[in-house]
């Protein structure tokens, strides 16, 4: 329920997913960015919009609320498959490695840490 009101959140902002999948954590989104829309505004209508969405329909227990940050990582048209099969097999990634530590790895692999 929540990955699909994201995904018509993100089609109505003119940004087509590709395709939704996470842990309890964390999720991963794939979609196509509407080049008039920033990707910090794009992720603030998300998580608002969706955080009200579970709080109102009492969903879950506790108040839902989504962390402070995001990733975002532009990828190349040669990668897509790649991201989206990463995507869909979230969980037997998560097998082996916890969302926060594979992040990590991932900032580091890249060089996109603190210098």
């Known amino acids: 329920m929540l990955y699909d009101y994201i ?3 993100l ?5 087509p997913v590709r395709i939704i999948n996470g842990m309890p954590d964390h ?19 998300i998580k608002g919009s969706s955080s009200h ?7 879950i227990l506790e108040k839902f609320a989504w962390q402070t940050g995001f990733g ?3 990828v190349s048209e040669s990668q897509l498959d790649t991201v989206f ?4 097999n979230q969980k ?18 890249h060089g996109l840490g603190d210098k």
């Not at 969405?53 to 969903?59: D, L, Q, T």
């Open 92 to 109: 037997q990634h998560h097998l082996k490695k916890n969302g926060q530590d594979e992040f990590d790895d991932f900032v580091k692999l």
């Open 27 to 45: 999720v991963h989104v794939l979609f196509l960015q509407n080049p008039q829309k920033t990707i910090t505004d794009i992720v603030k209508q």
């Open 85 to 88: 099969n990463y995507i869909k």
């Open 53 to 59: 969405f579970m709080n109102r329909g009492e969903f």
């Open 72 to 74: 975002a990582f532009s």
């Open 11 to 15: 089609t109505e902002l003119g940004c």
């Open 7 to 9: 995904w018509q959140e």
